[in-house]
């Protein structure tokens, strides 16, 4: 490729400028004129500086194009906000509600939905860009943007979430569907569409609750903790308190299962009266259980205590159990 150069007070183009001796012409006028001989030292020189000219301009093309993407540092609690109408992202500080640019412009044309991967990298779902609407990726720290998935089933989305395994779920007022997009391919299928949906906008996902581990003692004060499973007796099974849990007061009784894999509606009581089964100063709560109604069985090692809090949040335990008699 030859590009352009400046020779002799004039733009050429076309001209062998890398071989010494050739003409070089010039068209600034309605007739093309020579203006001289090539000398390899100018020559390269001159097609130097064409190149240089070449690539800045399309350097700052890129830019344009590609707008405006800062390299910010996010935090735990900043509050990230999308804005269709400025075509931007913004960071708002949530104590000093100072804002800061993230990303605007370039491709951005309506953005609407915003999401933030687990890595930390944020997704933007624009409804008009690129024509039928785009799923953008932001990395704030290094300040880029790129393309996650345009085109295909996309017609208008408005709004994106992250599923737990990273895939996009996107929700689209065009085509009335929900479209799962690979975060990493960019590749599209529908998930649903129709049905009573008219123009889905924004779409969430309920997570997986959060589930606190607990410490129990089955069995308090013995060990090995010998069940027999044919043994119309209960097992005792203490749910120890921890600084940041107390179990006496904490513990929603009804909800508690245990056995086998820990679902075993097996609770006959628990105790009224707390007491402190480890001797670390803390009351835990003592509940006893239907041996027949834990699913035990031979072989097996582990012996498993779900629950949940008086607030709702799930909880669970583990101890050691071993099933006698062993043959
Ligand atoms: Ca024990
Ligand atoms: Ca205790």
């Given amino acids: 490729m030859r590009p352009f150069s400046w020779i002799n007070g004039s733009w050429v183009l076309g001209n062998d400028l890398w071989n010494p001796g050739s003409y070089v012409w010039t068209a600034e006028t309605s007739e093309e004129k020579q203006v001289g001989k090539v000398t390899q030292a100018a020559g390269r020189t001159k097609h130097l500086v064409g190149w240089f000219v070449l690539v800045t301009v399309a350097l700052f093309l890129s830019l344009v194009r590609a707008g405006e993407v800062a390299a910010v540092t996010l935090n735990t609690g900043d509050i990230l906000v999308v804005d269709i109408g400025a075509r931007k992202v913004t960071r708002?500080?949530?104590?000093?509600?100072?804002?800061t640019l993230v990303s605007s412009g370039g491709n951005f044309f309506h953005p609407s939905g915003l999401a933030i991967e687990a890595s930390g990298t944020l997704l933007v779902a624009d409804q008009n860009a690129l024509g039928g609407g785009a799923v953008f990726r932001v990395e704030p720290g290094i300040g880029s943007r790129t393309t996650v998935s345009t085109g295909?089933?996309?017609?208008?989305?408005p709004g994106l979430a992250i599923e737990a395994s990273g895939t996009i779920l996107v929700a689209d007022t065009n085509a009335h569907a929900v479209i799962r997009v690979d975060p990493v391919t960019g590749a599209q299928t529908v998930v649903f569409s129709g049905g009573s949906l008219v123009q889905p906008a924004g779409i969430a996902i309920v997570p997986a609750p959060q589930v606190i581990t607990v410490a129990i003692d089955i069995k308090p004060g013995s060990f090995p903790n010998?069940?027999?499973?044919?043994?119309?007796?209960?097992?005792?099974?203490?749910?120890?308190?921890?600084?940041?849990?107390?179990?006496?007061?904490?513990v929603d009784d009804a909800s508690l299962t245990f056995g086998r894999v820990g679902n075993e509606q097996s609770l006959a009581f628990c105790s009224p009266s707390p007491q402190d089964v480890n001797g670390d100063g803390l009351l835990d709560l003592v509940c006893h259980f239907n041996t027949q109604q834990t699913?035990?069985?031979k072989g097996n090692t582990v012996g498993v205590l779900k629950g949940k809090t008086m607030d709702g949040i799930p909880f669970?335990?583990?101890?050691?159990v071993n099933i006698v008699p062993s043959k």
């Fill in 226 to 250: 010998s069940i027999n499973p044919q043994s119309k007796s209960k097992i005792p099974v203490a749910i120890l308190s921890s600084p940041t849990f107390a179990a006496p007061s904490d």
């Fill in 92 to 99: 708002v500080d949530q104590v000093t509600g100072a804002q």
């Fill in 152 to 157: 295909g089933f996309f017609g208008s989305p």
């Fill in 295 to 297: 699913g035990f069985q």
């Fill in 316 to 320: 669970k335990g583990t101890d050691s």
